[in-house]
């Protein structure tokens, strides 16, 4: 079974920087795509940034300039550097792969942006 830990939320005030980490296992990390989403109280989860296994990158428009996706496979670890936070970009931080066609998830960061 494919295992996705997220790591590096916390609460952080508007301006400032968090980087999440996703530690993966069972999986060929390599070859994987991995993405981050998000989910705010009340909203629909939404996707925020997707990296490739070529390091190829794409960014939901709001968070384009101010969040890199980046991807360690010797660590077996794909991060979310966040900078320049908002009050809305206050979620829940989800990391997602496909491994065979099936969607995995971790259990989520908390990333709270006080005003």
């Known amino acids: 079974q494919v295992q996705l830990v997220e790591s590096g939320g916390g609460l952080v005030q508007a301006g400032g920087s968090l980087r999440l980490s996703c530690a993966a296992s069972?999986?060929?990390?390599?070859?994987?795509?991995m993405g981050w989403y998000r989910q705010a109280p009340g909203k629909q989860r939404e996707w925020v940034a997707t990296?490739?296994?070529?390091?190829?990158?794409d960014y939901t428009d709001s968070v384009k300039g101010r969040f890199t996706i980046s991807r360690d496979n010797a660590k077996n670890t794909v991060y979310l550097q966040m900078n320049s936070l908002k009050p809305e970009d206050t979620a829940v931080y989800y990391c997602?792969?496909?491994?065979?066609?099936?969607?995995?998830w971790g259990q989520g960061t908390q990333v709270t942006v006080s005003s």
């Open positions: 069972r999986i060929i990390f390599s070859i994987a795509p």
């Open positions: 997602t792969t496909i491994v065979a066609s099936r969607n995995y």
């Open positions: 990296v490739t296994s070529s390091d190829m990158t």
